[in-house]
């Protein structure tokens, strides 16, 4: 039985510019789909197809068939029928999804009141079975919350519930995991496939992330600037992927099997330590409730060339510890030592400065706020030349500017570029040409390639090895995603409110995880592997 | 928390942030250029001594004698009006420079310093925003007496804490982006950062809040010589002339009070689409 | 939580309002020369009246002794002696505030109502022709001082078509209204396109938001989604910049009485400072603040109703 087919659906926005070329897709019932792609794919814009949620004035051709109605061509009526009963949405952002000023009784019962009729009491009634289905603690008390009371995932549920109230028989979820943990995503996704399983639902499920469709989804579909890119099932997409770009977007989708191709310990003995970070704590005080503890403890080393890793989920004080670190914060106790030299306090004089800045540089995780916006790439490198080497001249600091530019794949014409004309990938590019200007001894990337697409994070990584296998660069690399960390660092720690729990290599940390937490870390990534 | 900030105001005002049709800013432009020129030439411009009594042109209609026609003493209105624009404009002028430079630093400091500081300046600022600016400007002049001299210095306080708070609001979000983490850790001095680098990203949306400013205490201050606190009679100036001509409304002489009155808003009219031209060219990449 | 911040609010009012009012108190001695003569500025005083105002306003003793005296006495209702009226400053105010009050009053409803209309139709048909048409009309209307309102409605419905009275406050509740109607025009001409803009930003912005999105996408009407979602969530920044109105309005009492003849606050202050009634000027001013201060600190301490979230402490919006 198909439940949902579209074919042939294009979309123009009013201006002409057109965003969807003649999608085919099918959704049978009880059966789950993944819609893999990038940003500017088109698959967000396709979920909204389905249930006639599309940007004002813009023309769409071709059908959408939801249980053999076309959606397109629905009266508003029709349309308020098919989303209260018919088919439904479970959004990314859950925090921003659910109106912050009403409560979450509110939100479950609105669309069953308002638009159903139903007397206050039977809408409350359905509203705690919902929760308690999707395994809430306590359904009677949440009601009376407001969203800013709960957790990120505490508040998906929550949507997922709201999206389930009114019975549908497709449900399209958007993302739905992509703001959480990997932990808490892992919850999420067990909530949602067992409601699929009760209610013998169709799902189409909207990601980014293919090892997550692999492991969720029986078919895929891979969109790429509004076009299907390819279709089939999840094997044959991972192990035969028929086009040139699926092809490239599964060698650039990093995983957590050990594959031989991973950066190796070096087998020098004794090596210098670049960083020693000894008995590092800081503890925010609470403004009227509780402080809280950023870090405790936190011992680490890193020896000159090693790339190591730390790996968190959020509210571990990961980004914390790199920017005390870097000296953008200090520590309530405990030693920074880069270089056998400690650190004190804030730099006073400008020797200081510039000899901290020399021992430590940093890559920020936002590419679109890391640069001055009125500063061209060339610009920003050249700053930090000039601070650094007052000695040369001006022809010299623009020659090695475009030289680091040239070094991470930037060509000299982009240089004049200011960033806001750039790509995300162009500008995380600019931000580690800058830092490699001043030559430090040690570069800290805090999430760098985490808003990045896969596509563009693989070609960031790859610079980044090159840089690190021709300058010998030591690296501390944080990121909430094993994977990434996996094709990056020889060591990793594993960090959890605000201590490391575990270290290794990370070869041992993946195949033979210590502490529980580890273990728990490493079972929550989606793996295509286990159904391929 | 929300406290009546300035900042809310300016958003507001400038929220309508679509294309204009240009003519509405050359027509501004050629309309502020023209009275500014005439004010600064107006000996050479105007048609008559602006003070000349003639009992025989008394309320005369517009015509080849009086282009704007004349007033209850015969004197002829566009010769005062060339010469009222002199302070109609001066003055705003100097209050929006003097509460621009005080507020910016006042700001500056409060955003980029943060802890007590801020704190000390957030509350100065508190209360002197309780003090509207034409209530400061009217007991400028209890203390100190008629005239221009005392408004003039009272608005320029009284508008600085719009600029101040606008100013720390900008600076304060700007020194929370990583860029500015960014040049910390590459050694640039804090000053250096929040003079060279903040500064000039925040100063196109300060710019145009003063621009707003000019209209407002432009019309501010016509009030007050309307209301014959400021200018006084018979120097010509807008507001001063509308009071003088009030009485002869009532007989059914309009002319001589709404020119002026007219000529008030266009002024403010064309500044104001000055203003946010300016700021939606410049600030277009401005991150707010 | 809840007491904590109100008594946090408090505080700051409180604080507040102690520094407008040094403010307004400490004013006096920038002026040099003798406090006397000062005062007494215009008037040929004979000893017995300088030494009369010596001891009525304390000048003899330090000046933090002065402003304490001057703040007691407020406490219990006593702002001193008008120079011009030979009467309590709290009588010659008093008689004058009702009407000023009932001005500012149908001032600020025009403005409000004109206002959130304005701003909701415009939000709701952005970038259409309506939505340019109300902007313009605002924006050209906020260009429109209050004195020149008053002129041009004077000239027009007052002399030339005789509608509306020029002058006065009349006598009675409905002839009251009548006779107030033309002044609270031409005050609230300038100021509807404050509350205008802000409510179609407010609106607009709570339009884009995902969480109107998701109620769209659950079956609820596009009313339902506007009242319950969008009108709701934008009403914080409307009440806030209706707070801040407050100030201007009143002090734009000052030229809309003055121009319409009417006896309130506002020509008190103006016709005070022609006539050097200090005390006069000072007590009015210190009422504007203080309207002013505490009509924002109703606003703040509202503000948790509108927003749960600032209950509990979390600034967000």
Redo the contacts between chains.
């Keep these: 039985m198909t439940l949902l087919e579209i074919s042939g659906l294009t979309l123009d926005l009013p201006g002409g510019e057109r965003l969807l070329h003649g999608i085919d897709l099918s959704v049978n019932e009880g059966e789950t789909v993944a819609l893999v792609g990038e940003s500017g794919s088109g698959k967000s814009l396709t979920a909204q197809s389905i249930?006639g949620?599309l940007p004002a004035r813009s023309v769409v051709t071709g059908t959408v068939l939801v249980d053999g109605h076309n959606v397109p061509t629905m009266s508003s009526k029709e349309?308020?029928?098919?989303?209260?009963?018919t088919a439904?949405?479970v959004?990314q952002?859950p925090r921003?999804?659910?109106?912050?000023?009403?409560t979450i009784g509110d939100h479950l019962t609105?669309?069953l009141r308002?638009?159903e009729g139903w007397s206050a009491g039977r809408a409350r009634e359905r509203a705690i079975e919902m929760l308690a289905a999707v395994q809430m603690p306590r359904p009677e008390e949440h009601l009376r919350q407001?969203p800013?009371?709960l957790s990120g995932g505490m508040l998906q549920r929550v949507?997922i519930a709201?999206?389930l109230v009114?019975s549908p028989r497709l449900l399209v979820c958007d993302e739905p995991t992509t703001a959480l943990d990997v932990t808490t995503q892992a919850q999420i996704l067990q909530v949602l496939i067992e409601q699929r399983q009760a209610r013998s639902m169709g799902m189409l499920f909207i990601t980014h992330d293919l090892n997550l469709a692999a492991s969720l989804c029986e078919r895929v579909y891979v969109m790429r600037d509004g076009r299907v890119e390819e279709e089939g099932s999840a094997r044959q997409i991972f192990r035969h992927p028929a086009t040139a770009y699926t092809r490239r977007l599964v060698a650039a989708t990093p995983t957590i099997e050990i594959t031989g191709d991973e950066p190796r310990a070096s087998t020098e003995l004794v090596r210098q330590p670049v960083l020693q970070v000894r008995d590092l704590a800081k503890t925010y005080p609470g403004?009227?409730r509780e402080s809280v503890r950023a870090l405790a403890n936190v011992t680490l080393e890193i020896a000159a060339g090693e790339a190591l890793g730390i790996v968190g989920e959020s509210g571990s004080g990961k980004s914390t510890l790199a920017?005390m670190i870097?000296?953008?914060e200090l520590p309530d106790f405990g030693k920074v030592i880069i270089d056998d030299q400690e650190r004190h306090g804030r730099p006073r004089r400008?020797a200081d400065?510039?000899d901290?800045?020399?021992k430590?540089?940093?890559v920020?995780?936002?590419p679109y706020?890391?640069?001055?916006?009125?500063?061209t790439a060339g610009e920003a490198v050249e700053?930090?030349l000039r601070?650094?080497h007052p000695e040369l001249r001006r022809p010299d600091i623009c020659s090695r500017a475009l030289t680091l530019l040239d070094n991470v794949g930037l060509a000299s014409t982009q240089a004049e570029a200011?960033p806001?004309t750039l790509s995300g990938g162009q500008r995380q590019r600019v931000?580690i040409a800058?830092a490699l200007a001043?030559e430090p001894s040690l570069l800290v990337m805090d999430e760098a390639t985490s808003a990045l697409d896969v596509s563009v994070q693989a070609q960031v990584l790859e610079v980044i090895s090159e840089i690190r296998r021709e300058r010998g660069l030591t690296l501390l690399f944080i990121s909430h995603d094993l994977a990434v960390v996996r094709t990056v660092c020889e060591r990793s720690v594993v960090m959890r409110e605000g201590e490391v729990v575990e270290s290794a290599t990370t070869a041992d940390l993946l195949t033979n995880p210590q502490h529980e937490y580890t273990r728990l870390l490493i079972d929550s990534v989606p793996r295509a592997a286990a159904i391929a | 928390m929300s406290r009546p900030t300035p900042t809310l105001a300016i958003k507001v005002l400038r929220s309508s942030r679509r294309r204009r049709v240009n003519a509405s800013w050359m027509i501004s432009i050629i309309v502020l250029a023209a009275i500014t020129l005439a004010a600064i030439f107006a000996p050479l411009v105007a048609p008559y001594d602006p003070d000349h009594i003639d009992f025989t042109a008394i309320y005369a209609n517009p015509g080849w004698a009086h282009w704007l026609g004349a007033d209850a003493l015969g004197r002829d209105t566009l010769s005062r009006m060339i010469y009222g624009a002199r302070t109609a404009l001066l003055a705003p002028l100097v209050v929006v420079i003097a509460s621009t430079f005080l507020g910016v630093v006042l700001g500056l400091v409060a955003g980029w310093r943060g802890g007590w500081l801020d704190a000390v300046i957030g509350r100065l600022l508190d209360v002197l925003l309780a003090f509207p600016a034409l209530l400061i400007a009217i007991m400028a002049v209890a203390l100190f007496g008629k005239g221009l001299v005392a408004p003039v210095i009272a608005m320029s306080i009284a508008y600085a804490p719009f600029v101040a708070r606008l100013t720390r609001s900008l600076v304060a979000s700007e020194r929370a982006r990583p860029y500015v983490a960014a040049y910390r850790v590459q050694g640039f001095a804090g000053g250096w950062i929040a003079l060279r680098r903040v500064l000039p990203n925040v100063a196109p949306t300060v710019g145009a809040q003063s621009t707003l400013n000019f209209g407002y205490v432009l019309a501010e201050l016509a009030g007050l010589s309307f209301l014959g606190l400021g200018v006084q009679a018979p120097t010509a100036d807008w507001g001063a002339m509308i009071n003088e001509s009030q009485a002869g409304i009532v007989g059914g002489y309009f002319l001589p009070a709404i020119i002026p009155a007219v000529a008030v808003v266009i002024v403010v009219v064309a500044v104001n689409v000055i203003g946010e031209e300016v700021s939606d060219r410049i600030g277009g990449g401005t991150p707010t | 939580m809840t007491i904590r911040r109100v008594g946090g609010k408090l505080g700051s009012l409180v604080l507040t309002l102690v520094l407008a009012s040094a403010l307004v108190f400490f004013s006096r001695f920038l002026v040099p020369g003798d406090p006397v003569n000062f005062l007494l500025r215009g008037r040929k005083p004979s000893p017995e009246a300088k030494a009369a105002v010596v001891e009525q306003f304390g000048l003899d003793l330090p000046p933090w002794e002065q402003y304490f005296r001057w703040i007691g006495g407020m406490f219990h209702g006593d702002f001193g002696r008008s120079l011009q009226f030979r009467d309590a400053v709290t009588t010659v105010i008093g008689d004058r505030l009702p009407v000023t009050a009932g001005l500012v009053i149908m001032s600020a409803v025009i403005i409000v109502v004109v206002g959130v209309i304005a701003g909701t139709i415009a939000a709701l048909y952005r970038g259409r022709f309506a939505d340019r048409a109300i902007l313009t009309v605002l924006t050209a209307f906020g260009a429109i001082p209050p004195f020149v309102g008053s002129i041009v409605l004077i000239a027009v419905f007052a002399v030339q078509l005789r509608w509306f009275p020029a002058f006065g406050s009349g006598d009675g509740f409905l002839d009251t209204i009548y006779h107030l109607t033309l002044p609270s025009i031409a005050m609230a001409i300038a100021f509807m396109v404050l509350i205008g803009k802000v409510t179609r930003m407010s609106m607009v912005e709570q339009l884009s938001r995902e969480h109107v999105h998701v109620a769209t996408s659950r079956g609820l009407g596009r009313l339902t989604v506007i009242r319950r979602h969008v009108f709701r969530n934008a009403l914080g920044p409307i009440f806030t910049v209706g707070g801040m109105l407050i100030a201007g309005l009143l002090v734009a009492t000052s030229i809309v009485e003055s121009a319409f003849g009417i006896a309130g606050v506002g020509s008190l202050l103006v016709q005070s400072v022609n006539r050097l009634d200090f005390p006069v000027v000072q007590a009015i001013v210190l009422l504007v603040v203080t309207s002013f201060v505490v009509t924002n600190a109703i606003v703040d301490l509202l503000e948790p109703i509108i927003d749960p979230r600032a209950a509990a402490g979390e600034a967000g919006r």
């Design positions: 249930l949620l349309l308020l029928g098919l989303r209260r009963s439904a949405m959004f952002d921003a999804g659910i109106n912050p000023m009403r609105e669309a308002l638009g407001y800013h009371e949507m709201g999206a009114g403004r009227g920017r870097v000296g953008l400008r400065r510039l901290r800045a020399r430590v540089q940093m920020f995780q936002d706020l890391s640069l001055d916006p009125r500063m700053d930090a601070l650094h200011l806001r931000a800058r001043i």
